[in-house]
């Protein structure tokens, strides 16, 4: 689950037309900033508790391989199905900060839920812990299409690289102090009130997030053209042909394995929750390291290259996992695919943001959401299937990382044509392309 990575790319939406004039912050803005990372904060807190270790909860509970990839692929296939519904839920408040509230606070169940799976007879205590995920889905797809259209609102364009600089900084602090927290607690209170206490205080941190994010106060409310404008299909677009392409092939083979890590960890390599955190922690020190040099990379060598590449070292740090004869061995592959997946996500939503026009862009970016969804959707399942079925999870990791590499190579491969022409709703943005 690695939503946060899309809100810390939303960077080139829209370019204002008066550069300068834009440059004085407003009290307003400035109490937007502050709450915006205030937010990512106590989100990055809580997010470790199903990031990291619900796969490794529901190892304990005695799920089996196809379970653990139901639980990360069925939440993002129902959030592809009401991302839809975002348009139709917007048009009933005034602005976004209104409309995100409820949808917020239900993605934010998710936290609390699977607290009460020790109360289910032990069969079922599975399936609920899938369930837990799933039914805060529904409401996660319409939150965070929502959310993105919040961030644009909230700040001028020229200081929304800042503030995604400044979140992606403080989410990955917030994460990677929290998972080595949970980690050294899991491992010293008994099961299962250890991992209840965690999602009950978990839960608690997410909604001070989402209260932070009732403080922001939009500036430029999105018209109703952006919001419903048929007249630009996303599907008509070569260019946003190529970014579903794109995200398909990256987020499946990368999500391939999701199921299978904690299962090679925790059942070939004996990791418990205090190794766990550690190779969380690796992995968010990778993508912390390559957040900072992500921009000028792309710049140089362009979005396509610097997603191809940022697969071909997602393969590498595949080989490695399953080259690795102990936990510890595990780590440099750890954070290798933290930097490649940061490198990855954000050159990809940056490719996607140059072929989004403003006057739909929450269109757009809701096709895009459904797009990530779907690929989330496949790639669990495609490597729980895998692992039923082929000799070990060695092999499985070898599959993986193959179809990493192979996306490497596929990337720049695909013919690059100019998008079709269409219709912008301000005449000084076509002067500014």
């Not at 109490?31 to 796969?55: C, E, T």
């Not at 729980?384 to 596929?410: D, K, N, Y």
Request: net charge positive.
């Amino acid at each position: 689950m690695r939503l946060p990575l899309l809100e810390t790319c939303l960077m080139r939406m829209n370019r204002p037309h008066n550069t300068t004039a834009s440059q004085a912050m407003t009290a307003e803005e400035r109490s937007n900033f502050r709450h915006l990372v205030f937010d990512i904060v106590w989100f990055g807190v809580a997010f470790p508790s199903i990031a990291r270790f619900l796969s490794v909860y529901a190892i304990r509970l005695g799920a089996t391989p196809m379970q653990i990839g139901w639980l990360t692929a069925l939440p993002a296939v129902v959030a592809l199905g009401s991302s839809s519904l975002a348009v139709w839920w917007r048009r009933y408040y005034t602005d976004a900060t209104r409309a995100v509230f409820w949808p917020g606070l239900g993605y934010r169940l998710m936290f609390l839920l699977p607290a009460l799976t020790p109360f289910f007879p032990a069969d079922w205590q599975p399936v609920w812990l899938i369930l837990a995920v799933a039914i805060p889905a529904l409401p996660q797809g319409i939150s965070s299409v929502l959310f993105l259209v919040l961030m644009r609102e909230s700040v001028q364009q020229t200081r929304l690289t800042a503030l995604m600089g400044r979140r992606s900084l403080t989410f990955n602090i917030g994460f990677g102090i929290s998972t080595l927290a949970w980690g050294l607690w899991l491992g010293w209170i008994a099961f299962p009130i250890n991992y209840q206490i965690m999602f009950v205080v978990t839960f608690i941190a997410s909604v001070i997030s989402l209260l932070h994010v009732q403080q922001v106060f939009v500036l430029n409310t999105t018209p109703a053209l952006l919001t419903d404008q048929p007249a630009v299909r996303p599907w008509r677009s070569p260019g946003f042909r190529r970014v579903a392409f794109f995200t398909i092939i990256t987020h499946i083979s990368f999500t391939v394995l999701q199921p299978i890590i904690p299962l090679w960890l925790v059942d070939r390599l004996g990791a418990d929750e205090t190794t766990m955190s550690i190779f969380g922690l690796a992995e968010l020190v990778g993508a912390a390291t390559m957040s900072v040099f992500t921009g000028q990379i792309a710049q140089r060598i362009g979005s396509r290259l610097a997603m191809s590449v940022g697969m071909f070292g997602a393969g590498i740090a595949g080989i490695m996992l399953a080259a690795a004869p102990g936990v510890v061995f595990t780590y440099p592959a750890a954070a290798l695919s933290g930097a490649a997946w940061n490198l990855m996500a954000i050159s990809l939503f940056g490719y996607f943001s140059d072929n989004a026009p403003i006057e739909n862009i929450t269109g757009y970016t809701t096709i895009y959401n459904q797009v990530v969804s779907l690929s989330f959707f496949i790639g669990p399942l495609l490597g729980s299937q895998l692992a039923s079925f082929s000799p070990g999870l060695f092999t499985v990791l070898l599959i993986g990382a193959g179809m990493r590499l192979v996306a490497s190579v596929l990337i720049p491969q695909v013919p690059s044509r100019r998008s079709l022409p269409v219709r912008r709703a301000r005449p000084s943005f076509r002067q500014t392309k």
